[in-house]
């Protein structure tokens, strides 16, 4: 995912795989859904993919590559449309795979059971889908994806229960990893958020009979719908006639929340686990001021992710707040067949230091994360060019030396610097006069943990920077990954692929 | 234009039509000319054109609609585009003209004069135009575009000068308005500016013998030119071969530099008249303080282009700066061919308040400018949706009343806000607890006239807010337009029309 | 499919619905693929998909709407299909249905299974495809196309057969119908014919190792392979490292071969069962001038399908031959989007009367077949509009009174001619002086039956003319459809789905 | 021109560079006029333009690459050309020029006069263009195209003439060379046709008050309009208000039509000097037959031009006519960026022999005409490795041994077979059993000069053939193109240039 307020060089940044957006019982469904998703942008940018359903026209879908406003705004793609039900998904293009992604990899995936059609859309990794898509290929299941997320609809088509939202409990306790899954058939919207809740996924309601289910709650502010709630960590709802059902398919479970939703992933103007997630940035910006003080003249962000802990450090430290670094709002996706010139340009067609401002000042810049680092050398590069006296990184997340399994796109580990260099060793290689991150428990207590991380039963999922997992990554371990020395992955055993 | 840190309102705003660029001396000229363009992307939006020159290929161009990013970043088209020796122009989309713009009224022009070729891109407004160009057309020309910047290579094809400067000079004298142009020859750059300077242009140092001729320093940064100097109101250079030929075809002139590019038409990492847009936007937000305070809890802008002078209004007035409404980063040009429900959403696609923030605050909102208003309507609802306990509006620019005619889309006067009420009655309209503006001595003091307007001779073209007009608009005046009662044109007298 | 000398009034003739083609041992295999699926491009228009397999690179495919010629002759895309073996298929649109063709119904279809990948394409019908899909839903199947073809590889991948073409064979014992099937696994290109061979299949010879299928001969042509031999009736082919395995799945059958091919739907300089299709076209001429002689001055053809029968009817008659109606050769596809007035000109579009030669003459006009009518009438009205004094209609083949279900594209029975009215009432509806079409015998004799029809034992399926089904249509008798009374289907008794 | 029943080999052809279509008085003009030019579209493939007017609306325009089935069909685009006045123009892409077409150069050229504007189409050749330009440019003009045509609109422009027809006679006296002109004001349709009236030209009534101006009858039977008669060479008229007015702007003159647009530039439906073209053609083949008989057992003709003179040859010759060469009606417009294989497939992506017929034979071949040879030499080897005994080649027209200077695309004269080999080295070359071409004066009689060509007087502009150019090709002198040693040219004078 790219973030809502995105960092400038996304390459060197986290990113989430996609947004889940569903409405009910409102007329032309895909229209909230288009602004939904639109809404929802930051989390997948590389395509998206509607499928409503009509009591005359039964089900219809479109799937498109590029930004959801290029495509679901047309009248004439909306028309073909129509209902009062329909499900939506944006998706992030996994870097780094061989192939470019197929539009048939493009979600939400689709089903014809012998009970009528049901579609499913997933925002999350499920950990054992290789093994999953090994056994259904043996016994005659055809895939039309290279999706992982593609076994839930063959799980579910080769269950023996009669109806569909039984079936999906079928599937999804075979299923490991982190979810959350909305899905519908004629009638029902339908959403299920795996034990641990590591993906976030909200309801709400507008007008008389609507129900919504969005992955984060900006996507409701934008169809002026109202937040009722967040589906609970392995909670499965199923929402018809204007009445939603909750169980629990998993049985009891404790959540562990994904930290860096709060600290990149989330839109700053989203609620999360009841906080604000502006504040959030804010506070990490406060406890950063006081973990890590520094005289000097300005603080900037790396804009614009940077900003809200960029105001929060300057507020707590009573340095002036400027922006130094200024966006080009005219930057887009990814270039088609640019010229060589246009590749090798890269931070100069995003950015441009404010020269005026920094110039012999001791600059302060507040970036949200270090991932390979090298963002942050160009960076520094710039502001010395244009003749800053000092410059000193503030990091508004603790080092990020694991990858993330759970539908983060993270780098090899190898490629992670916080997993090769202490601090001082980060520093020095990025070549800064000061470099401090934001402690574990600091971010902890940003998001409202007075006390900090409870290392004995940790609050939150913060495997990317402890490597404490709480689900084993199956496929992983069989593709060879090693865990951290002695460390049991400290969540909830899910019984599901073991049972089998 | 479109604002660098753009207004979420686009269509509320003021516009100015275009941006050029021109490089000599470079392999390659069209690569540098599509950076150029892309960091002048934010003075107009709708299309692009460039044209080049290689000894062995002769002139070649290509127009496009559309950002520079999407069209002239391709490898396949650039190829056509070869040569030392290339200029370019972005344009604005003028709202409100029955007719879409064809691309044959995309710029640079081009005209095959017997001496060889000579292509010319032009920013600002001929206010003689309609006359000169009935005149042509009785004499034999052939107008290919509605614009009417195509007079001046019309002119120039019937000057009985033998090289192309000396045309350019004929044709320009005959030219009244605002107006920075650059052409180019086989083998010379041109650029001119006019009399009053209104509108910016710049020279840059590139490499060994390269130079280039642009409408803002931000457009050198990009490329990695160095900055030389402006060019004077009433200058001309022409370059080729490494060397640069200055001369003053008009006579002596005072400049009269448009204010409103400091307000916001230029980017805050632009240096103008030797200033920092971007200071100079925060010290007109510490005027407003000073000025107009108030008690609130938060002082918030209107993103991205009241940023600025929300810094500066927090720095003076104490007042905490916290990012009260979150801009959309997805929203791009306008729709094809939207759904009503699409349509009828305008500000949530681009804005959301950030709830939690505001909800129960006393609110300062800073804006750069009010123009019909119906912005700062929404706006206000907004905010007080979200639980705002007081909204006050606080205006980085005088109140504008007059529209401009020398090359900003400005709506007619009778919808300019200011031009129908006082502004306690603009208060009440909007709705807001409190209204203020800059007063114009105060930006004035903000751009650096420690005294503020010289009322006798003023320092700027500042006619949008005085109704002060430097040059006669003579096209708009035989349509009716009335000038402020008693008012004379404050400006050098240009002999150009009135000689012929 | 739109026969290859098409007939202008295409929405009045039967369709074919596809053509096949694969090829292995060759190198750059999809563009062997490309050239043949131009030269059967005539059996299907609108869409076409080529599946290659490389070594290095695996299996490619792309599926595309619209001409070979506008597609796969692209260096872009046909670098994205590498490898030497490759098959492809050409679809026509099923008229009349609801819902347009989606890009996921076109063919070749792809299955990977857990031996690895394998690609389908297939020519025909399957009668009892409905049935198969309800079964392979039930059993968790999920389908991705509406395309009843999607069946074979479904079955394919439930077969507990550990190679591909064993379970190829246990998918086709499992369907019923009219079918070519071509397939490719990493190594094998596959060909079947059904037990009747109603539709088409011949293998060629290319280079020192390769081989091809071809739905005709003129596919091998276009590429310069030599012609062996034609898949017969029953025959399985596997072909891998320069070997063709023969085999005979179903057990031993007699042929019915389409005789319709014969009369419009194959190119005339193909060769079928030996004989050229030109060359029968034209003895069809001659039996309907030995059938039905007229006094007259002048025989022309219904361009460009009734041209051979009209040369052999001028021929055989001494009547000399001309060209009394023009063919508008830049009509293409469809329109998209059209003015009501070129909606309203169709037969304008396509076709002009030489009206300076056909004036005061009796005009023979030698049609291939009559199936709405509707055609036949406005052609009549344009050469009496011309000033023809008589027209007399020739068909080149017997009325058309059946449905066809094995491939073929055919109106509602109640909306073929010849099933509502007898041949007077046809020659009165019509609205021509006389009205004669060969009949089964003439038309048997003339691809060279010297006996005609064997009435007990037909040697041709000819159910479209004579209501004679070889194979009940299984999903069409649920469906309602009333096969002749007293009629049982003639040809060998398929034991696949009774069996079941 | 690609002729209507066009030659496979069209690279290997000459090419007419335009068709025109104007229509008056009729509702929804523009959709007669696409009509119309589709009737046309065999005159030019390149490209097509429309301009409409309309009372309301004024002038619209379109101009396209392409088909004008596949632009002007649409809604969408056509509703932007409303009004009851409209133009057209088709346009042959002159191969060989080194740089592409831009879309500048597709007419109807458009002017704004000081009386109102004015749009003009042109088919022909302006032999004086190049002196025209360059005195153009040096008084001010700006050339928009490269096209030759654009000449008439800048004289125009700068005729001191008050109204728009006379500025037209004005502009066209100026001119030489061949031309075919419509244009059209606010309010008049115009035709005229040059002294010679060298290209075609009619005039048809539609309708109660319409009127149609169009390059061939055929393109009125499309519309349903009646021919009324041919513009006359020398003739204007200007059609308003349902008033036809004509004068005669040059003089008296005699006409000297091209008579290669009866052996291969107009449709065979066409009427032209009121003589059928498909009759003449036939007839052509009946001189051929009379002039060359040979013994064989197969006409054949190259498809599709050479089918009327190859029914005639076998009529007159008592052969039987076969198809032996079977076209792919699937070829349209060039490729776009083809593979090497595709390039290199030329003829086998359009033609393939009727193996079955010709084998064994003696084939005679009708094709219209030898240009560069290469083509014949191709089918040549078709048709022998088909397997035929024999080929003797008959050709439909003289041997082209000069280029064409008005309006039709020839390779230089050094690339025209027949101006560097005699008969028998043609024979030899090509590899033939036999070959002869029809004799000029055979040419003649088939048009209907019973004594044959008239050498002191010709009846037609024969330059093709005979080196006899009735106009001087100013600007090809100035080349240096040599005329035939000690001729001169046969027509009248044009005093236009000379008298300037």
Redesign the interface.
Known sequence: MQP???HPFDSDRLHEECGVFGVIGVT?AA?FV??GL??L??RG?EAGGIISHDAEQGFNSAHRFG????NF????L?ETLPGSLAIGHVRYSTAGTKAATAI?DVQPFF????MGGCAVAHNGNITNAMALR?EL????????SSSDSECI??LM???IQRNIPERMKDALRRVEGAFSVIAMTRTKLIGVRDPLGVRPLVLGKIGDEGYVLASET?AL????AEFLREIEPGEMVVISKGEVESSRPFGPSTGRFCIFEHVYFS???S?IGG??V??TR?QIGVELARESPIEADLVCAVP?SG??AA?GFA?ESGI????GI?R?????RT?????E??RN?GV??KL??????VKGKRVILVDDSVVRGTTSRKIKDMILDAGAAEVHFRIASPPTAWPCFYGVDTPDRGKLLAAQMSVEEMREWIGVDSLAFVSLDGLYRAVGEARGRNAANPQYCDACFSGDYPVAPFDQLERGFRMKPNSETSGVEITGHAAE
Not at 137 to 144: L, M, N
Not at 221 to 224: A, M
Not at 328 to 332: F, L
Request: net charge positive; hydrophobic share 35%.
């Open positions: 809502f307020l995105a032309d229209n288009a602004l639109h809404a942008q930051h940018q930004y959801v406003r290029d705004t047309k009248q004439s909306m048939r089903g014809d059971f012998s090994k290929i043996e016994r005659g299941s055809i895939f039309q609809i063959h088509a080769r269950s900006c502010d934008i169809i002026g839109r700053p103007d609620i906080r604000s502006y504040e804010r614009d900003t809200p105001i507020h002036p707040f400027g922006m200024i080009n709002q005219y930057m887009g270039f088609i067949e640019p010229t010139q246009i340009m100069r067609l441009n230091v404010n020269r005026a401002l």
